[in-house]
């Protein structure tokens, strides 16, 4: 058995008098749209930012923090994720709206029910919302976007808590966007975020919601274990303007499969876990294809996907 897996990380003490669901080696596979990977050394679960806060700051200087979302940008290697890894639940996911068109949501509310309530609030602006399966702390971190929108357009602040269990403000020079990046530190979670939006009319808002959900569903494998766009799309000037895809289809990726991990034939910069995939085999095919576009074209890919944990065989403890 993984060593991981055996006994209670030593930090654990520590943590003894903490509100809040604690569990020791839990696995995360569930928590992940890939449905693989190892376990958290301690997974937790707060019911509260006071209850979030106090175990951040009992939590022994050394020992690393992570947080998971919904997991729809994440691979968790199969050695598991070292630490603390910090999953917010329903009690960080309110959704209120604010005068002004801004509504005020929690880092654990998903981006479809966001897009919905900004509907039925009559302001516009969040509709790209609803092609992104996942919570709104992962959607400003990794400055989410789809079809001509980002969180950088709608983006006003975003309060978290950091290492120490300090709270930490960020408005939009500190979060410091880019494509598919913010400057936001990976050890301070988010908790609850407000955005701007523009009056509008819910008709038109509802007809937009539609639009977007049909174009997800007809380019992308959105009823498969995948972990969203694998790698980031090279600046233009680079790749003369061609996308991640272009690359990856060029190089005769499409389809490609290593051991049960495969390359959508969809979206091609889609991986699929077709069934029983580890984290390794994902984390192999995606490296695959990199070498193979770097051949055919010269351009080194970089992922977008998260890639948490120690490989397998590398547990925290293990002989
Ligand atoms: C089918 C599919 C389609 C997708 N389509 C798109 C798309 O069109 N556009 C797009 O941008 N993305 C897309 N994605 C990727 C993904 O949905 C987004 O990146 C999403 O915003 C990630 O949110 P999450 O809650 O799942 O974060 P996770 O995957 O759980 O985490 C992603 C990162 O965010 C960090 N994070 C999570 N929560 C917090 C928090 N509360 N505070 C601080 N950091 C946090 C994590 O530590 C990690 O670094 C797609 C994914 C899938 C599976």
Same mark, same amino acid.
């Given at each position: 058995?993984?060593?991981?897996?055996?006994?209670?990380?030593?930090?654990?003490?520590?943590?003894?008098?903490?509100?809040?669901?604690?569990?020791?080696?839990?696995?995360?596979?569930?928590?992940?749209?890939?449905?693989?990977?190892?376990?958290?050394?301690?997974?937790?679960?707060?019911?509260?930012?006071?209850?979030?806060?106090?175990?951040?700051?009992?939590?022994?200087?050394?020992?690393?923090?992570?947080?998971?979302?919904?997991?729809?940008?994440?691979?968790?290697?199969?050695?598991?994720?070292?630490?603390?890894?910090?999953?917010?639940? $329903?009690?960080? #996911? =309110? *959704?209120?709206?604010?005068?002004?068109? /801004?509504?005020?949501? +929690?880092?654990?509310?998903?981006? @479809? !029910?966001?897009?919905?309530? $900004?509907?039925? #609030? =009559? *302001?516009?602006?969040?509709?790209?919302? /609803?092609?992104?399966? +996942?919570?709104?702390?992962?959607? @400003? !971190?990794?400055?989410?976007? $789809?079809?001509?929108?980002? *969180?950088?357009?709608?983006?006003?602040?975003?309060?978290?808590?950091?290492?120490?269990?300090?709270?930490?403000?960020?408005?939009?020079?500190?979060?410091?966007?880019?494509?598919?990046?913010?400057?936001?530190?990976?050890?301070?979670?988010?908790?609850?975020?407000?955005?701007?939006?523009?009056?509008?009319?819910?008709?038109?808002?509802?007809?937009?919601?539609?639009?977007?959900?049909?174009?997800?569903?007809?380019?992308?494998?959105?009823?498969?274990?995948?972990?969203?766009?694998?790698?980031?799309?090279?600046?233009?000037?680079?790749?003369?303007?061609?996308?991640?895809?272009?690359?990856?289809?060029?190089?005769?990726?499409?389809?490609?499969?290593?051991?049960?991990?495969?390359?959508?034939?969809?979206?091609?910069?889609?991986?699929?876990?077709?069934?029983?995939?580890?984290?390794?085999?994902?984390?192999?095919?995606?490296?695959?294809?990199?070498?193979?576009?770097?051949?055919?074209?010269?351009?080194?890919?970089?992922?977008?996907?998260?890639?948490?944990?120690?490989?397998?065989?590398?547990?925290?403890?293990?002989?």
């Amino acid at each position: 058995m993984n060593a991981l897996m055996t006994h209670r990380p030593d930090f654990f003490d520590a943590l003894s008098h903490i509100a809040g669901n604690l569990a020791a080696h839990a696995p995360l596979a569930p928590l992940s749209w890939f449905r693989a990977g190892g376990p958290a050394e301690l997974l937790y679960r707060p019911e509260s930012r006071t209850e979030l806060s106090a175990c951040l700051a009992a939590l022994p200087a050394g020992v690393p923090v992570c947080v998971i979302g919904a997991g729809s940008n994440l691979l968790v290697r199969e050695g598991g994720v070292p630490g603390l890894v910090v999953h917010l639940g $329903a009690e960080f #996911a =309110a *959704i209120e709206v604010l005068p002004g068109n /801004r509504i005020r949501v +929690g880092a654990g509310a998903m981006d @479809v !029910k966001l897009a919905v309530a $900004a509907r039925d #609030a =009559a *302001i516009a602006g969040f509709e790209f919302l /609803r092609g992104i399966p +996942g919570m709104l702390g992962g959607a @400003v !971190k990794m400055n989410a976007g $789809a079809y001509g929108g980002e *969180i950088s357009d709608i983006f006003v602040s975003a309060s978290g808590i950091d290492r120490q269990g300090n709270s930490i403000q960020f408005g939009p020079a500190e979060a410091d966007f880019s494509y598919r990046h913010s400057a936001i530190p990976d050890d301070v979670i988010l908790t609850d975020i407000v955005l701007q939006g523009v009056p509008g009319d819910t008709d038109r808002i509802s007809a937009r919601l539609a639009e977007v959900a049909a174009a997800r569903a007809d380019a992308q494998p959105v009823n498969q274990r995948t972990g969203g766009s694998t790698f980031r799309n090279p600046p233009a000037d680079l790749a003369g303007g061609r996308k991640a895809w272009e690359l990856i289809d060029a190089a005769g990726c499409r389809g490609l499969r290593l051991g049960r991990a495969m390359v959508s034939e969809k979206h091609c910069n889609f991986l699929i876990n077709t069934g029983g995939a580890t984290a390794d085999e994902l984390e192999a095919l995606g490296e695959l294809v990199r070498e193979r576009v770097k051949a055919d074209s010269g351009i080194d890919l970089v992922w977008e996907i998260r890639r948490i944990g120690l490989p397998a065989g590398q547990s925290r403890g293990a002989k």
